[in-house]
């Protein structure tokens, strides 16, 4: 029933920025209310509003120039592309290569040292050196942040290799040509221009400074540090966007937990309920795993939940603006959280377990997609060893699913800890498990449809998270954390 809902034309997708977007949020609001959990939101409201800022850039007036030996190339669009997190704005300046760009003193490494970059251009690769624990990254220590904390004017990115292999689809144009960048309000200030370079733009600009696309590649792969290099070259960029504000919304509901002491805790059922953008075919994309599934299944969890209350309290979270980059679970971490986070023992979030691959299905694109008996876990150790040993244990008593950690891999490319609302609360220090059946044909395409799901794994699944939960909400002590 919830999944048909959310599912439906009406909805259109879910996109977070759509009208109908708020009739998918009060849907839930009123499941959670009708089960018995009480708003946590803005006044008591089940609605944790937050305001974003959208931009979509102007192609004719973004521009990038780079002059080499009095010899400048001017680019044009599908030779760079605007990039999440840029602000709007000129930048002219000597071009620096600041290898991954990180700058980390806690973890005693800095592509920054004894380099002078204040009024340049950086160059920033997507590596991550071994020895660097991305979780504990503060936000000024990696990316577009670092660059601004030391004074840059602006970032050409070396996208990650398989961005860059996407890149070169026919269709990859024309979907970022029309590609909305949004970002919480709170971000929206000390942001410099950003682009990100094309494979060939990116070759030839490295075979300039000596490097090649290939050797930047290989050091991704390989978690290895590229020294910086600073150059002659000189970099002009003009990026300019067309700006909206936007208010949409996390739905929170709150149910309070039997014991008088450890009611002051909570364990955290999480899901995102949107999804994409209309086509301009005006094709809809249902997202009926992607991630209804996941959003069905924590209604379904706080129903049961709701029946016979834990000792701790509980929080569901259904996270708005996770396809535009983690936003509802940014701000509700970073931001604004309805609860103190010290109070919050785990995050159990589920995004997409409503998938399983036929027997004989040879698709290259199902190839990481689970069987009917199987699920990914992410993150079930990377926090707290007693979590993920709480996690075994529950589904050898219960369900018996086979728990596959391929994608917890820390090496694995697809690097799936970081992309999903979970992470948001591990970079806090909170301990997270994050369900997923794996990538697959129809994913983030208008195939990803309610008839395709295999509603006897999801319930299994489901009840697996749920079984977790409950044993983490009757606890008797605390979590132990390995990590912070």
């Known amino acids: 029933m919830h999944l048909e809902f959310l599912t439906s034309e009406e909805l259109g997708g879910r996109y977070t920025l759509s009208p109908s977007f708020a009739i998918a949020a009060r849907y839930l609001a009123s499941q959670l209310e009708s089960y018995g959990f009480h708003g946590a939101g803005d006044h008591g409201d089940f609605l944790q509003r937050f305001a974003v800022i959208s931009s979509k850039p102007d192609l004719e007036k973004t521009t990038l120039s780079i002059t080499d030996k009095d010899q400048t190339t001017n680019y044009g669009f599908g030779d760079f592309y605007t990039s999440a997190g840029g602000s709007d704005g000129k930048a002219e300046g000597q071009l620096v290569f600041v290898g991954g760009g990180i700058s980390s003193p806690s973890q005693h490494h800095d592509d920054y040292a004894n380099l002078d970059v204040k009024g340049k251009i950086v160059l920033v690769a997507n590596i991550m050196p071994e020895g660097i624990d991305p979780s504990r990254l503060q936000r000024n220590e990696s990316g577009d942040r670092a660059a601004v904390a030391h004074g840059a004017a602006g970032v050409l990115r070396i996208p990650p290799q398989r961005l860059i292999e996407f890149m070169k689809s026919p269709a990859f144009k024309d979907r970022v040509a029309g590609r909305e960048d949004v970002h919480l309000a709170q971000e929206s200030d000390g942001h410099i221009p950003v682009l990100a370079l094309s494979s060939t733009a990116a070759d030839k600009l490295l075979a300039a400074i000596g490097l090649s696309l290939k050797k930047v590649q290989d050091a991704e792969r390989e978690h290895t540090a590229m020294a910086p290099k600073i150059t002659n070259i000189s970099v002009s960029m003009n990026v300019v966007y067309h700006q909206r504000q936007v208010t949409t919304q996390n739905v929170v509901g709150r149910l309070e937990g039997t014991d008088p002491e450890l009611k002051k805790e909570y364990v955290i059922f999480s899901a995102h309920y949107d999804h994409l953008q209309t086509n301009d075919k005006g094709e809809i994309y249902p997202g009926a795993d992607d991630d209804g599934s996941g959003t069905a299944s924590v209604l379904a969890i706080a129903h049961a939940i709701a029946l016979d209350p834990p000792k701790r309290s509980v929080l569901v979270i259904f996270h708005a603006g996770e396809e535009l980059g ?6 509700n971490t970073d931001f604004s959280p309805v609860v ?15 998938r399983s691959k036929p027997p004989g299905d040879e698709e290259r694109l199902d190839s990481h997609l689970t069987d009917a ?18 996690s075994e244990q529950t589904n050898s008593d219960y369900q018996k699913l086979k728990l596959d950690y391929y994608y917890n891999d820390p090496t694995n490319p697809e690097r799936i800890y970081y992309r999903s609302d979970h992470w948001n609360y591990a970079k806090h220090g909170i301990p997270v498990i994050f369900y997923f059946d794996g990538i697959h044909v129809d994913y983030h395409k208008t195939t990803d449809t309610i008839d395709k799901i295999d509603f006897n794994k999801m319930t299994r699944v489901a009840r697996l998270v ?10 008797d002590h605390r979590l132990a954390r390995d990590t912070n």
């Open 466 to 475: 749920f079984e977790t939960g409950w044993r983490l909400a009757n606890l």
């Open 326 to 331: 983690l936003l509802g679970s940014q701000y």
């Open 373 to 390: 008996n199987t699920i990914y876990l992410v993150g079930s150790n990377r926090i707290s060893k007693e979590l993920h040993t709480i």
């Open 340 to 354: 103190p986070l010290d109070s919050v023992l785990a995050d159990l979030n589920i995004d997409m377990i409503g």
